[in-house]
């Protein structure tokens, strides 16, 4: 048990759930990107997402996911700041490091308030609301979108959870010790494309409908 | 040159310390940031005053005595080398230079820019060695061979010189770098293989105890480090330390 | 007149060492948790010692000045370790890794510990390995060798430009497990003040804390000196900024015998001196000698040209370059012994020759070398007639490969790019061969107490060979010590813990706290700095390369006049109660100050030249050194009498009965 309060065993536990919601981020992106397709696609593969036994059990573990997640992460940040108790008057990180992986805990935080959001707004109203009045789950994600600042705060969300990727998913490698000389650079690589294809994927949905 | 140092000063690991600013003339571009210090400490001495404390021995950037945060980075702003190779040229007439000692829990301060890093010891002790015993007969150095490539990258790990400019320039504190370096370098050798898994799983045990912080893989601590150590190391011991978990028998 | 007893083995020269373990006196498993000992420095030689006496079951207490054992100053050595294991196959044998260790030592060392030495060389590189220290290896995964000034055959293991780091981290991880189990108990942040000797036994030190400035007694049943050499009497030395001879010295104090203190090692390739500020002086390996080639201008007007910025030493055509070493010792070239090459260096820039601001420096080229590589490479890769630019390239990946690390040194220093232009360098103090007397077990004139690794007078004579003092460290700590000490220890078996409060302990404290209260209490004018660098130009000046009867009677004067000075006139800031490093310098330059004295006295008793030493008066007509069997085939071994300028000199003969002596050649 001793793995899990170690400091490689929760780096190890942030890793692993971090994988998972990327392999969810993947899969609700494609769904997402239906409503850019048709309409009905997009109702069909909702109901799908909706009703499923295997999704549905697979909601829980996400959960989980999350929990342990942002759990780990507070717990590290703590003790990451009892490290150094006393700070650097003169401190200059950005010589030797980049911003998106210094700022992890800062979009991490910003990217769950805005989860809280958009549960509310999709997930809610999708299982015990009435649609936000809506007629299809598609109406409610066209729907909301008419709102400027709302949009707006999507995208925000997007560019935050787009940092939060660019470092997230190749540390997750490292912290599990995959790392070579041929193929960690291509995995860095593939992180950033990744990165700029999910802030990319759903800002272009948000921003779509908000112009038609 | 002319510079205004502002330096760390604390009398003892109880008091509370500040910045002070001293200003220096007649600075050689030649001098070594050291020797530019040795000026200070000289004048110190002639006004009267308590020199400032700061650690250094070898001066040519192996034993990693010297342990200085100059301007916002761990051994100031060139690359690749300690606070003992940093030079003059490096800095403008006129400059403003804050010089603070690694900044780490870990690491308490003794005075000035003296810090304790005895926890780096102490994570040696756990298992940062092979346990074997002197004796006139072990067998012949070239029994085993040893791919070059292995022995290389060993060999890398191993140039660490523990100086502590990993932690000191990581946000976190982390003492990864370090503790990786080790244990790849005896994870690497045939050698060390035979007792890899109780190694790793007790210099990290050993690690989380003396209070550093965790890795967050910014990279910070290889860009600074003088020796190069890569960020590979501490892969390495990700994966040694998860596969040595699942599998140690107790 | 002498009482001096080496204490050497019966029978013939290759049987000594393995008779003598055959018969001296063991202490058995039980008895030897019984037994505390003290090791002093915790180098190549102390930590090996300390980490082998703890596995065998000695309690051991180590001391080091540093914050971790892990920095003395062996950390620094880079070229490599010397062994006789004949991987090369060249001809290589322990009888001859003897013969050049002696004749390299210009015949003014013990045969039997030389051979000694030679015979546990193969034994450390299989240790070493067995604990883990990455050595260089070929493709085939074997070990690699590289050869080495003074020598014909490649016997030198190394680990890039890092060979002493990797060792000296090899014996602390040994320590690490040690201090891990207990049995060695670790003193960092400690300096030895003061010896502690009861009934004619050294029983114990005092020791000051230097976080806390607490004076700490400790007693043990023997004490063991691994403190390392005295270079930085010369104040810029390649030695660390606190290496220093305070626990030499103090037992010198209390009667152990200080051997040959002027045999003084000058390193022939360190980057030259460049301002007043100068704080210590950065060694550049001898193994770059294997590639680089020295020279200086043929012309006088083009040495001038380039000392004055305006001639670049590439524009020097190849007939008008000085390869003087080449010139003057065809055998050997550039690879001459190291007391040879530097005692070169200083002629030609005597004679005006040199290539610095200063005057004070020679060149060390890669040109040809990076072209030979260039060439090879060219020849593997299948490429023809390559043209130059691309031969240079090939050949400086090369030497980037070998050297790459050492260049990289050079440029931080100096500003200046060495595969471009030649690096410049000069000889500069490197090693002590000189140090405390041991018998060949190592104990010194004090029963019970032992000198190891730099800090004994050992094994090189008067000139130390390249890559043979991390040898002689590991072999003194790993192998020889251990097993010579329970020879004494053996008696101490039933003593019992020696306590610290007795008379002897009070003295020794109340000795060191005085001299801390002179200190605190001086209120002097000048720094330990001033007085330090004022030493160490004296010792450059008349107790360096070049000595003469003139210059160092001068030099004891001057010495003399400048220790008085010191002891009224030295100004000690802060306070006694903490970490205060002007108060630590001040007690090792006092040290200092008696030592230089000595060397001076040391250097004109002997009126020959051999090895590192050379006087003047004693050279043949070419200026090579002369050598006077006939009267100075001995140890010059000093008893302290309470002034340095009146020790008393006692001769160990030495005896050779395996090898003729003969002039050393490198022509």
Redesign the interface.
């Known amino acids: 048990m001793s793995f899990f309060t170690s400091s490689i065993g929760r780096k190890v536990v942030m890793s692993i759930t971090g994988l998972f919601l990327i392999s969810f981020l993947i899969v609700h992106l494609a769904v997402n990107l239906l409503t850019l397709v048709s309409k009905d696609l997009f109702n069909e593969a909702s109901h799908f997402m909706g009703t499923n036994p295997f999704i549905q059990t697979m909601q829980y573990v996400l959960a989980l996911g999350f929990i342990l997640h942002i759990s780990q992460g507070l717990i590290l940040t703590m003790k990451n700041r009892q490290a150094r108790p006393q700070k650097y008057a003169m401190n200059k990180p950005e010589t030797n490091s980049g911003i998106s992986s210094r700022s992890m805990l800062l979009t991490g935080v910003l990217v769950l308030l805005f989860i809280f959001i958009h549960l509310r707004d999709y997930l809610w109203e999708m299982k015990f609301g009435n649609l936000g009045g809506y007629e299809t789950d598609y109406d409610l994600v066209v729907g909301l979108f008419d709102d400027p600042i709302y949009t707006a705060v999507y995208v925000l969300s997007f560019i935050l959870l787009a940092f939060h990727l660019n470092h997230g998913f190749q540390s997750a490698f490292q912290s599990i010790g995959v790392n070579h000389p041929k193929y960690t650079s291509f995995l860095k690589t593939l992180s950033t494309v990744f990165c700029i294809f999910v802030g990319v994927g759903f800002s272009a949905i948000s921003l779509y409908f908000f112009f038609n | 040159m002319k510079l205004t140092l502002k330096i760390w000063r604390q009398a003892d690991p109880q008091a509370k310390g500040e910045t002070v600013t001293y200003p220096v003339n007649d600075i050689s571009p030649d001098m070594s940031f050291l020797e530019m210090m040795d000026v200070l400490n000289e004048e110190l001495v002639n006004k009267g005053e308590e020199p400032v404390a700061f650690d250094h021995d070898c001066r040519e950037g192996i034993c990693g005595m010297c342990s200085m945060y100059i301007n916002g980075e761990a051994h100031g702003p060139d690359r690749g080398i300690t606070t003992c190779q940093l030079h003059m040229r490096k800095f403008k007439d006129g400059d403003t230079i804050y010089i603070e000692p690694w900044r780490a829990k870990a690491f308490p301060v003794i005075k000035d820019l003296v810090v304790d890093r005895n926890s780096f010891d102490r994570i040696m002790e756990a298992g940062g060695f092979v346990s074997v015993n002197t004796s006139g007969n072990t067998q012949d150095a070239n029994a085993i061979p040893i791919p070059k490539e292995d022995a290389d990258e060993a060999f890398d790990a191993a140039t660490c010189i523990g100086c502590g400019a990993c932690v000191a320039s990581c946000k976190n504190s982390s003492a990864m770098l370090f503790v990786s370096a080790k244990v790849s370098q005896l994870a690497l050798l045939p050698q060390g293989k035979v007792e890899a898994k109780r190694r790793v799983l007790n210099m990290v045990e050993q690690m989380d105890k003396e209070g550093f912080g965790n890795c967050t893989n910014t990279g910070a601590c290889e860009v600074e480090c003088p020796k190069g150590i890569s960020l590979s190391n501490i892969a390495r011991m990700n994966r040694e330390y998860l596969s040595a978990s699942l599998t140690a028998k107790d | 007149m002498s009482q001096l007893n080496s204490k050497i083995p019966e029978g013939p020269l290759d049987k000594k060492w393995t008779n003598h373990k055959n018969n001296i006196n063991l202490v058995n498993p039980a008895n030897k948790r019984l037994i505390d000992v003290i090791v002093i420095g915790t180098g190549l030689a102390g930590g090996?010692a300390a980490?082998?006496l703890a596995?065998m079951g000695y309690n051991v207490k180590a001391f080091c000045f540093?914050?971790?054992?892990?920095?003395?100053?062996s950390?620094?050595a880079q070229g490599g370790i010397n062994a006789a294991?004949n991987?090369q196959n060249d001809g290589d044998s322990t009888y001859r890794l003897f013969y050049d260790t002696i004749k390299g030592g210009d015949y003014r060392s013990r045969e039997a510990n030389v051979y000694r030495l030679a015979e546990?060389s193969a034994?450390i590189?299989?240790?070493?390995?067995?604990?883990?220290?990455?050595?260089?290896?070929?493709?085939?995964?074997?070990?690699d060798n590289r050869s080495f000034g003074g020598v014909q055959v490649s016997r030198t293991f190394y680990?890039?430009g890092?060979t002493g780091?990797?060792l000296l981290?090899g014996a602390?991880?040994?320590m690490?497990?040690q201090?891990?189990k207990g049995k060695i108990k670790?003193y960092?942040r400690h300096e030895m003040q003061e010896l502690v000797v009861v009934d004619g036994k050294a029983r114990g030190i005092i020791a000051r804390d230097l976080?806390t400035g607490e004076l700490e007694r400790h007693s043990a049943h023997a004490v063991v000196i691994a403190s390392g050499g005295y270079g930085n009497v010369f104040f810029l030395s390649?030695n660390?900024?606190?290496s220093n001879v305070t626990a030499a010295w103090k037992i010198h104090r209390k009667g152990a015998y200080f051997a040959n203190p002027c045999f003084t090692q000058i390193h022939p390739t360190c980057i030259p001196v460049?301002?007043d500020?100068?704080?210590?002086l950065?060694?550049m390996s001898e193994s770059l000698r294997n590639d680089g080639r020295i020279w200086v201008p043929k012309k006088q007007e083009d040495a001038e040209a380039v000392r004055a910025g305006t001639l670049k030493p590439t524009q020097i055509s190849e007939e008008d370059r000085d390869y003087y070493l080449e010139r003057r010792y065809p055998a050997f070239g550039n690879l001459v012994p190291r007391d040879v090459a530097s005692r070169a260096a200083k002629e030609r820039c005597d004679a005006g020759f040199g290539v610095n601001k200063t005057g004070e420096a020679v060149f060390l080229d890669f040109s040809s070398a990076i072209e030979r590589y260039g060439r090879e490479k060219a020849n593997v890769e299948g490429i023809e007639n390559p043209s130059k630019d691309k031969v240079m390239a090939l050949g400086k990946a090369v030497v980037e490969a070998k050297y790459g690390n050492l260049f990289?040194?050079y440029e931080?220093?100096v500003?200046d790019n060495p595969y471009e232009t030649p690096m410049m360098i000069y000889p500069a103090v490197h090693y002590t061969m000189g140090g405390v007397w041991v018998d060949y077990n190592l104990m010194t004139t004090i029963q019970g107490c032992y000198a190891i690794g730099e800090a004994n007078f050992s094994d090189h004579g008067a000139n130390r060979l390249g890559a043979s003092a991390l040898m002689q460290g590991l072999a003194d700590g790993?192998?020889v010590l251990?097993y010579t000490i329970g020879d004494y220890l053996a008696d101490d078996i039933r003593t019992g813990a020696i306590s610290t409060d007795s008379p002897e302990f009070d003295e020794a404290e109340k000795l060191v706290k005085d001299r801390i209260d002179h200190f605190m209490n001086n209120n002097g004018s000048k720094?330990v700095?001033h007085f330090h660098k004022r030493l160490g130009k004296i010792m450059w000046n008349q107790v360096g390369m070049a000595r003469n009867e003139q210059g160092l009677k001068q030099a004891i004067e001057e010495i003399r006049t400048l220790r008085d000075e010191f002891w009224k006139d030295v100004?000690v800031?802060?306070s006694p109660d903490?970490?205060n490093?002007?108060l630590e310098k001040a007690g090792r330059v006092a040290d200092f100050l008696e030592l230089g004295e000595l060397m001076a006295l040391d250097a004109l008793e002997r009126s020959e030249s051999c090895g590192g030493h050379f006087r003047e008066e004693a050279q043949t007509e070419e200026g090579e050194a002369l050598r006077n069997d006939e009267d100075f085939t001995f140890v010059s071994a000093w008893e302290y009498t309470g002034d340095p300028g009146k020790a008393n000199l006692h001769k160990e003969d030495l005896v050779f009965d395996n090898v003729e002596l003969k002039t050393r050649s490198y022509k």
Request: charged content about 20%.
């Open positions: 090996s980490a082998s596995e540093q914050d971790s054992p892990r920095r003395a100053h950390i620094a294991k991987y546990v034994n590189i299989d240790q070493c390995v067995a604990q883990g220290v990455p050595f260089a290896r070929e493709y085939g995964g074997l070990l680990a890039k890092q780091q990797q981290l602390y991880s040994a690490s497990r201090i891990g670790m960092n976080v390649t660390a900024m606190g460049s301002g500020h100068q704080s210590k950065t060694l990289q040194m931080k220093i500003d790993y192998f251990p720094t700095d100004r800031p802060g903490g970490l490093p002007e």
